[in-house]
């Protein structure tokens, strides 16, 4: 049996290894999909290691935890006659929804969401087209992005579960996404409702001989003291495509309703084909390209065929989902770069800053208004706000947003990004208060701790090996997990090593470097990309997060 240790460099280090300087991000295609979030700033590096990573959908495995503390995970997936004959018993115990029922009040189906190298966006529309039941019936806690497995909590409005449980029949050839565990509440799932996330993440043939295994040690020491940056990721982009989201709402709110459209049109991967057509009016001929596949720039087109009017086209097309994702993504790639900005500035609270005071509330920020009273507090109490509207939690009446005071990060600051890089003001976000647009202001954490971080090596098989490392949901129920080795299931599961070195490991013992499992447990406001961003960003094999087309 192989040997597991327990990462030597985590032992025998100082608590003084914090980061003390402003960071860098280098590698040509990686700064370009940095720059599209915003993200100008991280951790200094310890130089370019050589390694593996997201080599396969496997090697980053995500589990949503609920607000019971458990985490989500697919134990009961029944095709359609094991619901039929399974699922009346097992509903028939939520008393309350079915007298919500009797009462002519809405219901809704409960499930956890397994997908395989999908993102949640796509796997719901796959869903939902295969149904025939709208995608706005639909609704989860959080979206997962593609290139990963994840279960997560999801709900789903006029759907029975034996409806839903042909999912399982339709896509049991390809098995990248299964749906089960089916219970009935009376409200759909909010975003944010999960409290948090257990995100495990496999590094392959991480190499021992240039001291690539002990940089990457440090770093995971350094975030697990001190935190990292908390981001809004990248699944609120869509880095892989010539526009972005947050494009369609700057056209929308400067009422430029035509480059709306083109910009809808940019995000589908057939961009320059469909902008041909459309820069021409032949909306027939770009409706043929996309053929009956449903999707907003189908729909869009349709619209521009029937009436010619953009606004009506553009609007129709984007369900209030879409809309508020669009207008999210603009809040967060402008948050991105204030709070990359407010970090250049230090590590240390400054007079001028905001700071939550309340961890639980969004909407509610302190001023720190001299040296003494900034003493008081730390990094991970620092926070920006989110360009919109902000409201009352008790009685939702627009409440006066609040800025820092720090030069450079000030409200001054926030209008001057907005003008250089969009003609925009904020006045533009207050105005838009009720219209089409949807801006909810709030207050977000600048950094994160992450001290549930752990990190696990072992040798690696060879320079080509993708043995699943990690047990994912539809192993354990197809029972396929009992072929792991294991060393990689003790590794995955419990992260347990019996006695582990304090001294280097030798060459010998890793001829094919090492294999490497990190995990960690996340609160619902931190991204787990984010976190893996810092630790795997300076690994020279890396592979660009494969982000879904959201539209």
Known sequence: MRRTLRIWALRGR???????????????????????????????????????????????????????????????????????TYGPKRTRRHSESIEAAKQGREVYLEFNLYTEGVGTQTALKRIANDLGVPLSHFSVASLKESHCVSTQLAAAKDVSWRQLSLVNDMFELNKDVKVGDFRTRTTSVGLGESVGSKVNYVIRNVDIKDGGLERLCQKVRRVRDNGFVNYLGYQ?????????????AVAMLKGDWRRGCEDLLRLHRKNDELLN??????????????????????????????EGDPKKALLSSLPRSLRSFCFSSLQSYIWNIMASRRLRKGFTVLPGDLVMQDPEDY????????????????????????????????????????????????????????????????????????????????????WSDCSTLECYAMPAPD?????????????????????????????????????????????SEFPFGANVILSATLPSSIYPAMLMRELVSDFAFRSAPVIDRVM
């Open 14 to 84: 100082k608590k003084s290894d914090m980061v003390s300087g402003g960071g860098s991000f280098d590698g040509g295609v990686n700064v370009r999909i940095e720059e599209k979030c915003g993200m100008e700033w991280k951790m200094s590096g310890g130089g370019e290691m050589q390694g593996r990573v997201l080599c396969t959908s496997a090697d980053q495995v995500v589990s949503e935890i609920r607000e019971t503390g458990d985490a989500c995970k697919l134990k009961f997936c029944p095709s359609y006659s094991d619901a039929v």
């Open 236 to 248: 609120r982009f869509s880095v892989g495509s010539v526009a972005q989201p947050y494009d369609i």
């Open 277 to 306: 057509y459309f820069v021409q009016n032949n909306y027939e001929g770009a409706i043929t390209i996309l053929e009956d596949v449903a999707c907003p720039q189908r729909d869009m087109l349709i619209a521009m065929a029937q």
């Open 363 to 446: 909407m509610e920020a302190h001023l720190i208004e001299s040296e003494t009273e900034a003493r008081q507090y730390a990094l991970k109490d620092v926070c920006m706000p989110m360009v919109g509207v902000m409201r009352d939690t008790e009685d939702n009446r627009p409440i006066p947003s609040s800025y820092p005071e720090v030069e450079g990060v000030n409200r001054e600051a926030y209008e001057s990004v907005l003008a250089e890089r969009f003609g925009l003001s904020l006045s533009n976000f207050e105005e838009a208060a009720g219209s089409a647009a949807i801006f909810h202001g709030m207050f977000r954490p600048i």
């Open 463 to 507: 320079s080509t090996d993708t043995t699943p490392m990690l047990i994912t949901d539809n192993m354990v129920m197809e029972r396929t997990h009992f072929n792991l080795n294991l060393t990689a299931i003790v590794a995955s599961e419990q992260f347990i090593a019996a006695n582990p070195p304090t001294t280097p490991p030798h060459d």
